[in-house]
């Protein structure tokens, strides 16, 4: 039976709108600039009244430091203004009782999904004592999870891409893929085999680390994978640089955890972005990673003469002045549908 009038304009109909809606591709959906890069950060501001109740109160991971408030962080002269380029600075002046002065920014939007693409144009430089990193992480830690993007501390040569998560109870079994040759495999922080807290973990090797022309980090978030690249600034993707980023296009992840090795939904959720530098701590201070000897030249107590992190940082200021970020923009693509231009013809 030979198709009616009606039925023809119903089929064009469904083409054309075929064609408007076109395929789905990554959309701007938050800019972090120059312009509102502080507005959209809460600012954690150490707490010393209530240290002794609370022992995170001054910084959840223990280090020699002092968290200062938006305003104290611009008249101390450790953050830019707006319309000036971004930086985030550490004291490199005075000396401190208490901890050196520093800020740690964490994001007012939390994030489920996306690709959040990060430009650096400076990395802190690696220094005894200093433990700077950018990273996200969810409420409840660790069953909200935790991804370390770019993350190490005193003076190692490499950054390491980990993330954290809760055990198999809550979340299933999360694992990197072993084709990646991760540092260690097995993101639960309670995992039997591994130091605890030591999260699933690879080591970067291609020279971003505190890099002082800075560098770009992507990381790609969806319901089936956690994935992170990373790009010295001479070899950045043509479209990142255009703002249309296709991963596809890219290379191999540094870092991959997908469904078939980890439950991404059930382990991270609602994460905070985070920008910081602390100091010694859990890590850098950690006296198997700081060192016990002044004799041990291949640790930071043998180079410094220091056997405890705290008097190092506190009387060294000057070794602190490249401990900074300097920050272009960072980008939140979110998967949306691409409208395409719409055609139309006599029938």
Same mark, same amino acid.
Request: hydrophobic residues 35%.
């Given at each position: ?34 312009? $509102? @890069?502080?507005? *959209?950060?809460? @600012? @954690? ?14 910084? !959840? ?13 611009? +008249? ?32 007012? =939007? ?17 220094? %005894? ?5 950018? #990273? ?15 993350? *190490? #501390? ?32 097995? %993101? ?6 591994? #130091? ?14 505190? $890099? ?28 990142? &640089? ?10 191999? !992840? ?5 469904? $078939?090795?980890?439950?991404? !939904? ?7 972005? &985070?920008? +910081?530098? =602390?100091? %010694? ?18 640790? %930071? ?8 992190? !705290?008097?190092?940082? $506190? ?33």
């Amino acid at each position: 039976m030979a198709p009616s009038f009606s039925t023809l304009a119903t089929a064009a109909a469904l083409v054309s709108g075929a064609i408007a809606t076109g395929t789905r591709s990554y959309q701007l959906t938050e800019h972090y600039n120059a312009t $509102n @890069f502080f507005d *959209k950060f809460e @600012f @954690f501001v150490s707490d010393f009244d209530r240290l002794n109740e609370d022992p995170m109160a001054v910084d !959840p991971t223990h280090g020699f430091v002092d968290y200062l408030s938006r305003n104290d962080a611009f +008249d101390a002269g450790l953050i830019t203004a707006p319309g000036q380029d971004i930086a985030i600075r550490v004291d490199s002046t005075n000396n401190y009782v208490r901890g050196r002065a520093s800020v740690r920014l964490e994001s007012h =939007t939390r994030y489920n999904d996306g690709l959040i693409i990060a430009h650096f144009t400076h990395f802190p430089r690696p220094v %005894c004592g200093a433990w700077p990193a950018f #990273w996200m992480y969810g409420p409840n830690w660790p069953h909200g999870g935790e991804l370390d993007i770019y993350e *190490k #501390w005193n003076l190692s040569p490499t950054n390491s891409i980990t993330a954290h998560t809760a055990g198999p109870d809550d979340i299933g079994a999360c694992n990197l893929d072993q084709s990646l040759s991760p540092a260690t495999s097995e %993101c639960w922080i309670s995992a039997p085999t591994q #130091w605890p807290n030591e999260g699933c973990s690879v080591t970067e090797t291609n020279g971003q680390w505190g $890099n002082p022309e800075g560098g770009v980090y992507a990381v790609e978030w969806t319901e089936r994978a956690l994935k992170v690249w990373s790009w010295p600034v001479n070899s950045i993707p043509q479209d990142i &640089v255009d703002g249309t980023p296709d991963p596809s296009s890219w290379q191999n !992840p540094h870092f991959f955890l997908n469904e $078939n090795t980890c439950d991404v !939904p059930r382990a991270f959720k609602d994460m905070r972005l &985070v920008i +910081d530098v =602390t100091f %010694c701590g859990d890590a850098a201070g950690n006296q198997g990673l700081w060192g016990a000897s002044a004799g041990d030249m291949s640790k %930071c107590s043998g180079i410094t003469g220091e056997t405890w992190c !705290p008097n190092y940082v $506190n009387n060294h200021a000057s070794e602190y002045a490249d401990v900074y970020w300097e920050v272009e923009d960072i980008k939140h693509y979110r998967l949306q549908q691409t409208p395409q231009p719409s055609s139309s013809s006599a029938v």
